[in-house]
């Protein structure tokens, strides 16, 4: 039987976990493509943790180039039951200070060019997504996050945008007026996949910049989110070290059972191929 683990996907300015011990690299390759990269697998406070940045070593994948799918199957197949998402973001709202960080409770989508679910080519699921995060596991984040003394925000909404490019104004200023929180490009797509494959999701979703629509403020540019990257990444590394040690890795929460009811066809239906395809994701659900 799998190892059971902790997963933590790392964003801008995340790219490797110094606190991982007795670290091994795997490349794996999954029905749905390769990941970003190898994942690194290592200790963490007596506990395996899996590592992957999202967007590979050197930050090569843009946003819409990322393999959303072969990423969050990668780490179902290494038996990954918990994933920590650590995401740089910018903050729609004058009390979010580039910072702070933000352990948002809801998503809006503004996504155009991604595959976003696992079920497609014969087989249909509708998994619930009413509250898109795990609640057990967003309690042990905002814990942490006030125990490390950072400026925490306890729910808000992440508007995932398809990027590269940043918000136009009148983009900014809609996705205001809609009580958005934070704007990021990644994680949705996660969240929705996660579900489906019955990881507990939630996100450490840490402020850069004020996107545009703050008025006085200099146009947002890569190099501004940069600097702040680099002061994130660093509370990013000493938040892990506390939150591994605090995840029920061994507990059930309704996240490890979202597919249960949720697959609408019928098993003999889907052809042979798409079934071996899923073996990773719903495999317990199609054995006969
Ligand atoms: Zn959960």
Redesign the pocket.
């Known amino acids: 039987m799998t190892q059971k683990m902790i997963g933590v996907c790392g964003g801008s300015g995340l790219c490797r976990l110094e606190s991982l011990t007795d670290t091994r690299e795997e490349w794996l390759s999954t029905p749905f493509g390769e990941p970003s990269d190898a994942v690194v697998i290592g200790r963490l406070a007596g506990r395996q943790v899996a590592f992957l940045p999202r967007h590979g070593r050197g930050h090569v994948r843009s946003p819409s180039e990322v393999n959303y799918r072969a990423n969050i199957c990668a780490l179902k197949m290494l038996g990954v039951r918990w994933i920590i998402s650590v995401s740089a973001v910018g903050s729609m709202r004058e009390e979010i200070q580039p910072l702070d960080v933000v352990v948002p409770d809801q998503f809006i989508d503004r996504t155009r060019h991604r595959q976003d679910t696992f079920f497609t080519d014969g087989v249909v699921a509708h998994v619930g997504l009413a509250d898109p995060f ?4 967003r309690k042990i984040l905002v814990a942490k996050c006030r125990e490390l003394g950072l400026s925490t925000h306890d729910g808000g909404t992440y508007l995932c945008m398809e990027g590269p490019q940043f918000s136009t104004r009148a983009e900014s200023e809609l996705y205001r007026s809609w009580g958005v929180s934070v704007i990021g490009m990644t994680n949705l797509t996660e969240a929705r996949l996660a579900r489906e494959a019955e990881i ?1 999701y939630a996100t450490l979703a840490f402020s850069t910049d004020y996107d545009c629509w703050r008025k006085g403020e200099e146009t947002v540019t890569a190099e501004m989110v940069v600097a702040n990257l680099c002061k994130n990444a660093q509370n990013a590394k000493k938040l892990i070290e506390m939150i591994v040690p605090a995840v029920p890795l061994d507990a059930e ?4 059972s979202a597919l249960a009811n949720s697959i609408v066809t019928d098993r003999a239906d889907v052809p042979p191929a798409v079934l071996h395809r899923l073996k990773p994701i719903a495999g317990r659900y199609f054995e006969n």
Not at 253 to 256: T, V
């Open positions: 795990c609640a057990e596991l507990a929460c309704s996240c490890h």
